[in-house]
């Protein structure tokens, strides 16, 4: 079993930045996949940005150029950098861990509303 801890969610004014932490523990995979994920509201979860093992990253297209994802592999913690946040980016924020074979294990949650 692995288990995900988010921190960093909360309430920021519209062009605000946040960052989010999620710290995994547990049976740590050698190879896996972080990531975050969101769901708002009457939506589906959608990717907001993934980084792998060895530190290939990819975005979601809402959010290309305003987030930055980042990982420590010693502290197999991954980060989510978010800048120029809008109302749209107000959601149920997820962190993921997928490990080559298995399962895809979840966080969670952190909420994060974007408001004046």
């Known amino acids: 079993q692995v288990q995900l801890v988010e921190s960093g969610g909360g309430l920021v004014q519209p062009g605000g930045s946040l960052r989010l932490s999620c710290a995994a523990s547990?049976?740590?995979?050698?190879?896996?996949?972080m990531g975050w994920y969101r769901q708002a509201p009457g939506d589906q979860r959608e990717l907001v940005a993934s980084?792998?093992?060895?530190?290939?990253?990819n975005y979601g297209e809402s959010v290309k150029d305003r987030f930055t994802i980042s990982r420590d592999n010693a502290k197999n913690t991954v980060f989510l950098q978010m800048n120029s946040l809008e109302p749209e980016d107000t959601a149920i924020y997820y962190c993921?861990?997928?490990?080559?074979?298995?399962?895809?294990?979840w966080g969670q949650g952190t909420p994060v509303t974007v408001s004046s």
């Open positions: 547990g049976s740590i995979f050698r190879y896996a996949t």
């Open positions: 993921s861990y997928r490990p080559l074979v298995g399962r895809t294990y």
């Open positions: 980084i792998t093992s060895s530190g290939t990253i």
